[in-house]
């Protein structure tokens, strides 16, 4: 099993253009997310999806959209780049499912490191 | 909004030395998760906590809840040159809300001298 996979892993943008970051997870589970790592803020979380169609803001959800193409794929797409939004985004999947009081673990993909110039 | 606070930021530790990191929260701990982070990659998960007073070992590394489901603790003994690297602590927003992602402390900086 892959996991959770992102692409792609390196990607440089000038400010204004559009890109759309890719994630897939094998694993069959039913929520994903998106969250971005800054240098001293620690992972805030992005957009999530707690199953397939359907999808809810998080922390800082400016500036981003996200579809959820079907149970494997969750995708991010910024439609105007803005040097704010260098980071690195992480894509993550449970098998959680909204309303349990389990807790199931996030499994987090390597990464897509982004520059905006 | 629930935070996280984690302490150190940052620490240099000799070789076979004995360490302890802690992840403190403004509001009760639902599940409380802990990852490392090696630099320039994902995250690795390494335990996950739910029960005041549970205490979890794998390895050299133990991570234990408070009674009061507030406080957590990420404690390796011996360190050695592979435990290098960030560790984030990660905790779920209410009773329930496992599938409504996490809320990270921003993360503690561990380095280990030979």
């Known amino acids: 099993n892959a996991g959770v996979t992102q692409t792609p892993k390196f990607q440089v943008l000038k400010t204004g253009q559009s890109m759309t970051l890719q994630c897939a997870q094998d694993?069959?589970?039913?929520?994903m997310y998106w969250y971005r790592q800054d240098p001293g803020m620690g992972l805030r979380l992005i957009y999530y999806s707690a199953s397939e169609g359907t999808t809810d803001k998080g922390e800082v959800p400016n500036g981003y959209n996200v579809s959820r193409l079907n149970k494997r794929e969750f995708s991010l797409r910024l439609e105007s780049a803005a040097p704010s939004q260098t980071s690195v985004y992480f894509c993550?999947?449970?098998?959680?499912?909204?309303?349990?009081?389990?807790?199931?673990?996030?499994?987090f993909g390597p990464g897509t490191r982004l520059t905006v110039l | 909004s629930q935070e996280l606070e984690q302490s150190p930021q940052s620490l240099i530790v000799q070789e076979g030395k004995n360490l302890t990191i802690n992840c403190t929260s403004s509001?009760?701990?639902?599940?409380l998760y802990w990852y490392k982070q090696k630099y320039g990659e994902g995250l690795i998960f390494l335990m996950m906590?739910?029960?005041?007073?549970e205490e979890k070992s794998h390895e050299k590394i133990t991570a234990k809840l408070d009674e009061k489901k507030q406080q957590s603790s990420l404690h390796i003994t011996a360190s050695q040159p592979s435990h290098a690297g960030i560790y984030l602590c990660?905790?779920?927003?209410?009773?329930?809300?496992?599938?409504?992602?996490?809320?990270f402390g921003k993360g503690t900086h561990l380095i280990i001298q030979p």
């Open positions: 906590l739910q029960k005041g007073g």
């Open positions: 990660g905790a779920v927003p209410y009773s329930g809300g496992g599938a409504d992602g996490l809320t």
């Open positions: 509001k009760t701990l639902y599940g």
């Open positions: 993550a999947s449970s098998e959680q499912i909204r309303g349990l009081s389990s807790t199931d673990t996030q499994y």
């Open positions: 694993m069959n589970h039913n929520s």
